[in-house]
């Protein structure tokens, strides 16, 4: 995997060489001052990498030229492991993370991914462009990294299997399921009684086929745009949770734009984001059908069994421990009553 990235960044870099050496020498524009270097997680094709493109042309124009972020998409800089840690020391200037994973860095960023939290998007809006989002951009910041003010969606998330469909809490029991590397996942899916396996999303799609595990979670505009629809049989609609994608920059890298350039990269990303909103929401609702077109078999639960085996376990109790009672009442305050 490292091997072929690496080779195809040599190649990369080789062919770009080459493009200068062959190109006609004609009047260009401004060359940048800053490139910046923009990664994720994502396929290509999500809202996020469509918009993020979008949002890249625009910069460059608003600011003649002076601010170039290359996008790299689909883990080619690695896992999300791999670019929180570049990000942190500057070897990539911005990165889009979820803030469940994030809080290995920053513990209250995990806290929207509360199980059974948020009933719709109207509620998740309200809470993370207001006083939660505000109190979790400033935990982010004492962590050292700058934040953008608006929240990229992910969407609710939705257990898909290899072996059978999750009608009820009971169905959990046993079930080998990838989680993204946080202790929030593991904790949700422990307190299920499943068997949770931490993995980067750089290796989900084969820790599925190979059948490490059986089933993994995630939003449908994710299992539509990363085919996991070839190696996966049943979708059960849990919306389990909500999980959104905070936009990231390095601090030394942020604070070398002067003013001007901040603003504008600032309400450029911000709008990509507003938009990805709208396009990753219509996604969600419309791809099922393209799905079980594709050969899953959907079932949609009710999700009070799952909230109610939550509570026994002891398992809100614990996070507003964990969280602490300011955090909690943020929470609760959009969310209503939980633990
Ligand atoms: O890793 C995942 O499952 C993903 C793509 O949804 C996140 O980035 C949390």
Redesign the pocket.
């Known amino acids: 995997m490292s091997f072929s990235r690496r080779t195809l960044l040599k190649a990369s870099a080789a062919s770009a060489v080459m493009g200068s050496i062959g190109a006609p020498m004609v009047a260009r524009a401004q060359s940048a001052e800053f490139t910046y270097k923009y990664a994720n997680?994502?396929p290509d094709t999500h809202p996020m990498n469509v918009r993020a493109r979008e949002m890249a042309a625009a910069i460059k124009t608003e600011t003649n030229g002076k601010v170039d972020i290359q996008i790299f998409p689909n883990n080619q800089l690695g896992s999300?492991t791999d670019m929180l840690s570049q990000v942190r020391s500057g070897g990539i200037e911005f990165f889009t993370l979820?803030g469940?994973?994030l809080s290995t860095l920053v513990p209250a960023a995990s806290i929207n991914g509360i199980g059974f939290a948020f009933p719709d998007y109207d509620t998740v809006w309200k809470a993370m462009d207001g006083g939660l989002g505000a109190y979790v951009r400033g935990e982010i910041g004492k962590a050292g990294l700058v934040v953008m003010e608006k929240i990229w969606d992910?969407g609710f998330r939705q257990t898909t299997s290899s072996t059978r469909p999750i009608n009820g809490p009971d169905d959990f029991k046993g079930f080998k399921i990838r989680v993204?590397v946080s202790p929030l996942w593991t904790s949700m899916f422990k307190a299920f009684d499943a068997a949770p396996a931490s993995i980067?999303?750089s290796e989900?799609y084969s820790a599925l086929q190979t059948k490490i595990v059986e089933g993994?979670e995630?939003p449908l505009a994710?299992i539509s745009t990363a085919k996991l629809y070839e190696v996966q049989k049943f979708c059960s609609l849990t919306n389990h949770m909500w999980?959104g994608?905070w936009f990231l920059a390095n601090r030394r890298a942020w604070e070398k734009l002067p003013d001007d350039l901040k603003a504008i990269v600032a309400r450029n990303i911000n709008a990509a984001a507003v938009n990805e909103r709208a396009d990753v929401a219509k996604l969600n609702a419309g791809l099922q059908q393209d799905l079980a077109s594709k050969g899953l078999t959907f079932n949609q639960p009710n999700a009070t069994a799952f909230r109610d085996k939550l509570r026994s376990a002891g398992f809100y109790a614990e996070w507003k421990g964990k969280y602490g009672d300011q955090a909690w009442d943020l929470l609760e305050k959009s969310v209503g009553k939980l633990s």
Do not use: W
């Open positions: 997680n994502l999300d979820s469940l994973i992910n993204p980067n999303f989900v993994q995630n994710i999980d994608f």
